[in-house]
Protein backbone atom coordinates (compact mmCIF):
# COMPACT_ATOMS: atom_id res chain seq x y z
CA UNK A 1 0.00 0.00 0.00
CA UNK A 2 1.32 3.26 -1.32
CA UNK A 3 1.60 6.22 1.00
CA UNK A 4 -1.81 7.47 0.22
CA UNK A 5 -3.65 4.05 1.08
CA UNK A 6 -2.05 4.44 4.29
CA UNK A 7 -3.18 7.72 4.80
CA UNK A 8 -6.56 7.28 3.52
CA UNK A 9 -6.80 4.10 6.30
CA UNK A 10 -6.08 5.40 8.84
CA UNK A 11 -9.07 7.51 11.29
CA UNK A 12 -8.56 10.94 10.99
CA UNK A 13 -8.25 12.16 6.93
CA UNK A 14 -7.79 15.70 6.07
CA UNK A 15 -10.06 15.57 3.00
CA UNK A 16 -8.07 18.54 1.69
CA UNK A 17 -4.46 16.94 2.10
CA UNK A 18 -5.65 13.44 0.84
CA UNK A 19 -6.61 15.47 -2.41
CA UNK A 20 -2.98 17.08 -2.79
CA UNK A 21 -1.58 13.50 -2.40
CA UNK A 22 -3.83 12.31 -4.85
CA UNK A 23 -2.80 14.74 -7.30
CA UNK A 24 0.59 14.69 -6.64
CA UNK A 25 0.71 10.71 -7.14
CA UNK A 26 2.29 9.73 -10.86
CA UNK A 27 -0.33 7.71 -13.02
CA UNK A 28 1.55 4.45 -12.52
CA UNK A 29 0.73 4.77 -8.68
CA UNK A 30 -2.96 5.54 -9.15
CA UNK A 31 -2.66 2.41 -11.40
CA UNK A 32 -0.99 0.50 -8.66
CA UNK A 33 -4.32 1.72 -5.72
CA UNK A 34 -6.57 -0.19 -8.39
CA UNK A 35 -4.84 -3.47 -9.77
CA UNK A 36 -4.42 -3.84 -5.40
CA UNK A 37 -7.79 -2.79 -4.96
CA UNK A 38 -7.57 -0.21 -2.37
CA UNK A 39 -8.63 2.70 -4.49
CA UNK A 40 -12.18 2.41 -3.31
CA UNK A 41 -11.16 3.50 0.12
CA UNK A 42 -9.34 6.47 -1.25
CA UNK A 43 -12.06 7.73 -3.44
CA UNK A 44 -14.64 7.32 -0.58
CA UNK A 45 -12.21 10.03 1.77
CA UNK A 46 -11.42 12.36 -1.01
CA UNK A 47 -14.10 15.21 -1.21
CA UNK A 48 -16.85 14.87 -3.38
CA UNK A 49 -15.62 17.77 -6.19
CA UNK A 50 -12.20 15.76 -6.41
CA UNK A 51 -13.62 12.11 -6.88
CA UNK A 52 -13.53 12.01 -10.70
CA UNK A 53 -9.83 12.08 -11.02
CA UNK A 54 -10.13 8.85 -10.21
CA UNK A 55 -13.21 7.70 -10.85
CA UNK A 56 -13.15 8.06 -14.50
CA UNK A 57 -9.33 6.28 -14.69
CA UNK A 58 -10.69 3.28 -12.59
CA UNK A 59 -13.57 3.25 -15.25
CA UNK A 60 -11.21 3.01 -17.97
CA UNK A 61 -9.31 0.36 -15.76
CA UNK A 62 -12.16 -1.63 -15.58
CA UNK A 63 -13.43 -1.68 -18.98
CA UNK A 64 -9.64 -2.74 -20.15
CA UNK A 65 -10.05 -5.62 -17.93
CA UNK A 66 -13.38 -6.52 -19.21
CA UNK A 67 -11.67 -6.37 -22.60
CA UNK A 68 -8.90 -9.22 -21.81
CA UNK A 69 -11.77 -10.94 -19.18
CA UNK A 70 -13.64 -11.38 -22.43
CA UNK A 71 -10.87 -12.49 -24.55
CA UNK A 72 -9.95 -15.05 -22.03
CA UNK A 73 -13.20 -16.56 -21.47
CA UNK A 74 -12.63 -16.92 -25.77
CA UNK A 75 -10.14 -18.14 -25.63
CA UNK A 76 -11.00 -20.94 -22.90
CA UNK A 77 -14.16 -21.96 -24.54
CA UNK A 78 -12.27 -23.24 -28.09
CA UNK A 79 -11.83 -27.14 -27.64
CA UNK A 80 -8.60 -27.38 -29.09
CA UNK A 81 -7.23 -25.33 -26.18
CA UNK A 82 -9.45 -27.87 -23.92
CA UNK A 83 -7.97 -30.60 -25.12
CA UNK A 84 -4.38 -29.65 -24.51
CA UNK A 85 -5.18 -28.11 -21.04
CA UNK A 86 -6.15 -31.78 -20.83
CA UNK A 87 -3.19 -33.19 -22.06
CA UNK A 88 0.28 -32.77 -20.74
CA UNK A 89 2.02 -29.19 -19.14
CA UNK A 90 4.72 -29.14 -22.06
CA UNK A 91 2.22 -29.62 -24.73
CA UNK A 92 0.04 -27.28 -23.50
CA UNK A 93 2.81 -25.00 -22.69
CA UNK A 94 3.78 -24.79 -26.30
CA UNK A 95 0.48 -25.09 -27.31
CA UNK A 96 -0.06 -21.32 -25.58
CA UNK A 97 3.34 -19.55 -26.21
CA UNK A 98 2.40 -20.34 -30.06
CA UNK A 99 -0.63 -19.43 -29.98
CA UNK A 100 -1.62 -16.94 -27.38
CA UNK A 101 1.99 -15.58 -26.13
CA UNK A 102 0.83 -12.67 -24.67
CA UNK A 103 -1.98 -14.11 -22.52
CA UNK A 104 0.15 -16.50 -21.21
CA UNK A 105 0.44 -15.44 -18.07
CA UNK A 106 -3.03 -16.14 -17.21
CA UNK A 107 -3.42 -19.08 -19.17
CA UNK A 108 -1.11 -20.97 -17.06
CA UNK A 109 -3.04 -19.62 -14.23
CA UNK A 110 -6.04 -20.80 -15.75
CA UNK A 111 -3.95 -24.72 -16.14
CA UNK A 112 -2.98 -24.83 -12.62
CA UNK A 113 -6.31 -23.54 -11.19
CA UNK A 114 -5.31 -20.21 -9.59
CA UNK A 115 -6.95 -17.76 -11.59
CA UNK A 116 -8.32 -15.03 -9.13
CA UNK A 117 -10.16 -11.58 -9.75
CA UNK A 118 -6.96 -10.13 -8.81
CA UNK A 119 -4.56 -11.91 -11.66
CA UNK A 120 -6.66 -9.60 -14.42
CA UNK A 121 -6.14 -6.27 -12.32
CA UNK A 122 -2.28 -7.27 -12.45
CA UNK A 123 -2.26 -8.30 -15.82
CA UNK A 124 -3.58 -5.26 -17.09
CA UNK A 125 -1.10 -3.18 -14.60
CA UNK A 126 1.89 -5.06 -16.40
CA UNK A 127 0.09 -4.42 -19.85
CA UNK A 128 -0.14 -0.30 -19.17
CA UNK A 129 2.76 0.23 -17.21
CA UNK A 130 5.25 -2.66 -18.60
CA UNK A 131 8.39 -1.38 -20.47
CA UNK A 132 7.84 1.40 -23.27
CA UNK A 133 10.49 0.24 -25.26
CA UNK A 134 9.76 -2.47 -28.25
CA UNK A 135 12.92 -4.21 -29.13
CA UNK A 136 13.29 -5.73 -32.14
CA UNK A 137 14.33 -9.69 -32.64
Known amino acids: MNRVGKY ?5 VDDLELMNMVFE ?3 K ?8 GYIDLVIEKLPDYARDVLV ?3 EKWEDTKAYYEKKIEEIIGQEEFK ?3 KGDRKDFA ?12 LLFLIYDGNLKEDDFRKFVFR ?11
Open 8 to 12: AATDT
Open 25 to 27: LPE
Open 29 to 36: DKMIMWSE
Open 56 to 58: NRK
Open 83 to 85: MKQ
Open 94 to 105: LFVKGRYPEYQS
Open 127 to 137: RRQGSRKKYLH
